[in-house]
């Protein structure tokens, strides 16, 4: 069982900057994937980025390709979220979640991971 808990989120103005924070309890985040996800309001869950379990590798959603960057501390047992040069379509709460099944491919969708936090709300004004 993983619990996962999201942090730094808030009200931004566009071309900011925000770091979320993806913090796990478990003595095997180290080997789950993680991703992350937004939700805007009156729209569906969308994938936004994900890291391996060894952080070697990450994949972006092309809407933040370029702006959002995903890292891992596996030894404080945190994901973070790096974005910048945030915009208004950005506006969402963000979730992050856990892949435990050591997949040889890169989770991007829902489906393939079981555990989820309960989300941090980004707002991004123009």
């Known amino acids: 069982q993983v619990q996962l808990v999201e942090s730094g989120g808030g009200l931004v103005q566009a071309g900011g900057s925000l770091r979320l924070s993806c913090a796990a309890s478990g003595r095997t985040f180290s080997s789950y994937a993680i991703g992350w996800f937004r939700q805007a309001p009156g729209k569906e869950r969308e994938f936004v980025a994900v890291?391996?379990?060894?952080?070697?590798?990450?994949s972006y959603a092309d809407s933040v390709k370029g702006r959002f960057a995903i890292s891992r501390d596996n030894a404080k047992n945190t994901v973070y979220l790096q974005m910048n040069s945030l915009k208004p379509e950005d506006t969402a709460v963000y979730f992050c979640?856990?892949?435990?099944?050591?997949?040889?491919?890169?989770?991007?969708?829902?489906?393939?991971?079981?555990?989820w936090g309960q989300g941090t709300q980004v707002t991004v004004s123009s």
């Open positions: 890291i391996s379990w060894s952080g070697g590798t990450g």
């Open positions: 979640a856990a892949d435990p099944s050591r997949r040889g491919w890169l989770p991007i969708t829902q489906a393939e991971y079981d555990y």
